[in-house]
């Protein structure tokens, strides 16, 4: 069992930068691929970045590529996305998930364990 733990949401402005954070405990985590996917208000749940156990492979969704910054230290058992020029349609509930497949993946599905959200909202 893997717990996750996200935390760095808010309110902020177009334009502006957050990082948001993910720490696991409960297994090893340099076990896991680890992705980020975010949820907004009536729509499904979206793949936004990946990245593989060792982190030398990330992978993003073409809506969010050369915006945000995918990254994890083993070290601290965490990942994180750096988030910028945020743009009002990157308000979501944005969950960080854990991957047994340790390339990791695009579909949710291959996901096994996920974290409670944290609420991002970009304001114009």
């Known amino acids: 069992q893997v717990q996750l733990v996200e935390s760095g949401g808010g309110l902020v402005q177009v334009g502006d930068s957050l990082r948001l954070s993910c720490a696991a405990s409960g297994h090893t985590f340099s076990a896991y691929a680890m992705g980020w996917f975010r949820q907004a208000p009536g729509k499904e749940r979206e793949f936004v970045a990946g990245i593989n156990w060792s982190g030398e492979l990330t992978y993003y969704a073409d809506h969010v590529k050369g915006r945000f910054t995918i990254s994890r230290d083993n070290a601290k058992n965490t990942v994180y996305l750096q988030m910028n020029t945020l743009k009002p349609e990157d308000t979501a509930v944005y969950y960080c998930?854990?991957?047994?497949?340790?390339?990791?993946?695009?579909?949710?599905?291959?996901?096994?364990?996920w974290g409670q959200g944290t609420q991002v909202t970009v304001s114009s």
């Open positions: 998930a854990a991957s047994v497949l340790r390339g990791g993946s695009y579909v949710s599905t291959e996901y096994d364990y």
